[in-house]
T-cell receptor
Framework: DQQVKQNSPSLSVQEGRISILNCDYT??????FLWYKKYPAEGPTFLIS?????DKNEDGRFTVFLNKSAKHLSLHIVPSQPGDSAVYFC?????????????FGKGTKLTVNP | NAGVMQNPRHLVRRRGQEARLRCSPM?????VYWYRQLPEEGLKFMVY????????ESGMPKERFSAEFPKEGPSILRIQQVVRGDSAAYFC???????????FGQGTRLTVV
């Protein structure tokens, strides 16, 4: 049962344009959402997060939007740069009995073309 | 401040051998998580530990896998009698406490031949 879904395996955008990565979740108990960026042969790097009490969080070129009623979040990168090319993972936290484990989507591979 | 350190980066084991993966969390972090990534998949939670305690092991296979985080030293993920299906990238993450972001290590790529 895939509780966090990233339905687009890949996305290609032109440098300078906006990249929009989408993520859907099914578990209404998730209360915290994170985006990680991953380069090949490296570990995921934390990018940005959002609590379920908010609907938007911004950090420089990165903005995450949360629509709780739709169980949907998205990551906007603007302007996109070639160095942003990587796999982006959406993750959600399920707080159950003290555990803070993250549930990850399968990732979206972003390619930013010069 | 060094990040999360995992070693070895690459590990090759024959079927039936044991694999030991080590993770040193960031300085001051007492929460450790282990995740496994199979090819073309996202990261799957395995186990969450605090010093000397297993908090959540709901993602651990019932047999052959164990994890520990002793008072002194790194966290260890141990896989006994490895099989080809254990081949994957294993990532460790640590956090300062329950409510802060987890930082990942570079992973250990286990190959079972």
């Amino acid at each position: 049962d895939q509780q966090v879904k990233q339905n687009s395996p890949s996305l290609s955008v032109q440098e300078g344009r906006i990249s929009i990565l989408n993520c859907d979740y099914t578990n209404s108990m998730f209360d915290y959402f994170l985006w990680y960026k991953k380069y090949p042969a490296e570990g995921p790097t934390f990018l940005i997060s959002i609590s379920s009490i908010k609907d938007k969080n911004e950090d420089g070129r990165f903005t995450v939007f949360l629509n709780k009623s739709a169980k949907h979040l998205s990551l906007h990168i603007v302007p996109s740069q070639p160095g942003d090319s990587a796999v982006y993972f959406c993750a959600a936290r399920a707080t159950q009995g003290g555990s803070e484990k993250l549930v990850f989507g399968k990732g979206t591979k972003l390619t930013v073309n010069p | 401040n060094a990040g999360v350190m995992q070693n070895p980066r690459h590990l090759v084991r024959r079927r039936g051998q044991e694999a030991r993966l080590r993770c040193s969390p960031m300085k001051g972090h007492s929460h450790v998580y282990w995740y496994r990534q199979l090819p073309e998949e996202g990261l799957k939670f395995m186990v969450y530990l605090q010093k000397e305690n297993i908090i959540d092991e709901s993602g651990m296979p019932k047999e052959r896998f164990s994890a520990e985080f002793p008072k002194e030293g790194p966290s260890i993920l141990r896989i006994q009698q490895v099989v080809r299906g254990d081949s994957a990238a294993y990532f460790c993450a640590s956090s300062l406490d329950r409510d802060t972001e987890a930082f990942f290590g570079q992973g250990t790529r286990l190959t079972v031949v």
